[in-house]
């Protein structure tokens, strides 16, 4: 079964600092992308970044960046200069594109940002 | 503008009343779907559709039904609402796997709040 764990229920960083969300998945598929979605409270959720599983190099947007390690099936999301804006919830996703279609979500880490 | 849309925003509703959550979107999306989550809590799907005349049940049992006669539109309908039905309800759609833009991506409607009394 395909599954995707986000095991730290809420996180704080400090403004300018950096802090990352760890998320681990398991497929059995062979081509599947990752994804890490962001909702702010009372807001819609948007997609902040995503990674091709077949791609070795790790996606880039802006102030934020993933670890993707494969072998490992760790996908962590990495936000430099935290701002307040980030304060959401941020899920890690999981989508497979081959054999049975699968798009899984995890249970979410709450971002709090201080100023 | 390209978007997906959801009314009602907000609904208050007593039980055993019929709903229907509707959903649109203007992306020209093949897959639609439907997720319930609670405040600050984990999604759950509940429907999906991969085009016209596609309906899927999701990860978690509903007693909601969708239709999909029209690609642009995914309307979640509840028969007779109850309080345990009371949470939040998302639509999303996503291009498909030969989309040229972002495959798989999900676009997010902005969620309807659904009170059962």
């Known amino acids: 079964a395909q599954t995707v764990t986000q095991s730290q229920p809420e996180m704080s960083v400090q403004e300018a600092e950096t802090v990352t969300l760890s998320c681990t998945y398991d497929?059995?598929?062979?081509?599947?992308?990752l994804f890490w979605y962001k909702q702010p409270p009372s807001r819609q959720m948007i997609l902040v970044i995503r990674?091709?599983?077949?791609?070795?190099q790790n996606a880039t947007e802006n102030r934020f960046s993933v670890n993707f390690q494969k072998a490992a099936k760790s996908f962590s999301l990495k936000i430099s200069d935290s701002q307040l804006g980030d304060a959401a919830m941020y899920f890690c996703?999981?989508?497979?594109?081959?054999?049975?279609?699968?798009?899984?979500f995890g249970t979410g880490t709450r971002l709090k940002v201080l100023a | 503008e390209a978007d997906i849309y959801q009314t009602p925003r907000y609904l208050v509703i007593g039980t055993g009343k019929k709903i229907t959550l509707e959903c649109s979107q203007t992306?020209?999306?093949?897959?639609m779907y439907w997720y319930q989550q609670d405040p600050g809590m984990e999604l759950h799907l509940i429907h999906y559709?991969?085009?016209?005349?596609?309906?899927e049940k999701g990860d978690l049992s509903s007693e909601s039904t969708v239709s999909r006669i029209r690609t642009e539109h995914f309307p979640l309908t509840l028969e007779s609402a109850r309080p345990s039905h009371t949470s939040q309800y998302l639509c999303?759609?996503?291009?498909?796997?030969?989309?040229?833009?972002?495959?798989?991506?999900?676009?997010f409607g902005p969620g309807t709040r659904l009170l059962v009394l």
């Open positions: 999303a759609s996503s291009e498909p796997r030969g989309g040229l833009g972002g495959r798989e991506t999900q676009y």
């Open positions: 497929t059995s598929e062979s081509d599947y992308y």
């Open positions: 990674q091709e599983a077949y791609k070795q």
């Open positions: 996703a999981c989508s497979t594109t081959s054999g049975t279609y699968k798009y899984i």
């Open positions: 992306m020209g999306h093949d897959k």
């Open positions: 559709s991969y085009g016209v005349n596609s309906t």
